[in-house]
């Protein structure tokens, strides 16, 4: 599929007001920060589908009981539409989509206890989007993360911001848009929402975290003492939610989101977790009863993946981020433009199972030790 251009000219209008969205810095004083809107959950997604499988496999087939696998909620419609995709990935390889919405909600979203809709038009968009890719040899993954603000071609609508693409049709959009961009076809979904990541690391007793500097956060008057510091759930909701203070704004975040994963996944595979039947019971409950997946993912499909990957670790798993030029403005919109050769390169190796190798040969795209 044709990519976008690295500028466009035209955008779109999803009748949404979002004001001066920063991709980073300070907020201006006409801007209201996002902070109060719900975690981005795209975060959890990607715990649970490890979890789901690190737990499953080190502890018994039983932790994947009907009972826990039918908590999980399911969309349809995720793949409508879709029909000039890009070819499936190459042998066994499997590629995951995601995504976290911003759509403010006093009631779940996701997960099987959801009393509100996962997607309502115009009113939400994905806030934070990642790609996870499975290798063919179960022997490694990749998680990229694509920032929000990625000024792409949205397929029917245009340029806009990528996260536009879900508040326009919802998720079978979204999807056709990141398989453009990507040129990689999406073969599930996953979304999850804050209850869920709160809940996770309450179960799990808390994420342990190193801060390497003090850092201010203005949005909530909160400041981030340096060290190593161990976080329940809500503490780690308002870690990964931050953005103003931080030198990087957004694309920060996405380190901290990361850090957080490799944190619960390293945490959850080195722990006592998997050698308590009750502990880890516990925490798969809390994963799925608010995990949300494509209809397609059956019962018997998650199995399988789960058996197949019974020799991955955390270890095995890379981070990073698209690769990105700078920054700009459409109009009133900050918007982050993406770096479409690199981009190309990276995906290329994702889809060849050499994301490692791809991000060992760029310097600064691993996702470092330690995050601001």
């Not at 990749?142 to 919802?170: C, L, Q, Y």
Request: aromatic share 6%.
């Amino acid at each position: 599929m044709s990519q976008s251009p690295d500028e466009p000219t035209s955008t779109t209008d999803d009748g949404r007001t979002s004001g001066d969205d920063r991709a980073g810095g300070e907020p201006s004083t006409t801007t209201r920060p996002r902070g109060h809107r719900t975690l981005r959950r795209v975060l959890i997604g990607l715990v649970a589908c490890f979890l789901v499988l690190a737990l499953a496999l080190a502890g018994g087939a039983w932790y994947l009981q009907d009972r826990l696998v039918d908590q999980v909620d399911r969309v349809d419609d995720a793949f409508a539409g879709l029909t000039d995709r890009p070819a499936p990935a190459t042998g066994d390889g499997v590629n995951v989509l995601l995504m976290g919405t911003d759509r403010r909600s006093d009631e779940p979203t996701t997960g099987n206890d959801a009393a509100a809709p996962t997607w309502l038009p115009g009113e939400q968009r994905t806030d934070s989007l990642m790609v996870l890719h499975i290798d063919g040899d179960r022997e490694g993954a990749s998680v990229v993360s694509i920032p929000r603000d990625s000024w792409v071609t949205i397929p029917g609508h245009g340029a806009n911001k990528i996260n536009a693409a879900f508040s326009f049709a919802g998720p079978s959009l979204a999807v056709e848009t990141v398989e453009q961009l990507t040129n990689l076809r999406m073969d599930h979904i996953a979304i999850i929402d804050w209850d869920g990541f709160r809940e996770l690391t309450d179960e799990l007793g808390g994420v342990t975290v190193t801060v390497p500097e003090d850092v201010y956060d203005s949005a909530r008057d909160k400041t981030w003492e340096a060290g190593e510091r161990r976080m329940d759930g809500e503490e780690a909701l308002l870690y990964v939610r931050q953005r103003y203070g931080l030198p990087g704004g957004d694309f920060d975040r996405i380190k901290r989101q990361q850090n957080v994963v490799r944190a619960l996944m390293g945490q959850t595979l080195s722990g006592d977790t998997l050698s308590s039947p009750t502990k880890a019971y516990g925490v798969l409950s809390a994963v799925t009863k608010h995990l949300t997946v494509d209809s397609e993912w059956s019962t018997g499909d998650m199995r399988g993946l789960v058996l197949s990957m019974r020799n991955l670790r955390a270890g095995d798993v890379t981070f990073t981020t698209v690769p990105v030029k700078g920054t700009g403005r459409e109009g009133k919109q900050s918007v982050v433009r993406l770096d479409r050769d690199k981009g190309r390169e990276l995906w290329g190796a994702v889809s060849e199972d050499r994301a490692r190798e791809w991000v060992d040969a760029n310097p600064g795209a691993a996702l470092p030790a330690t995050v601001s």
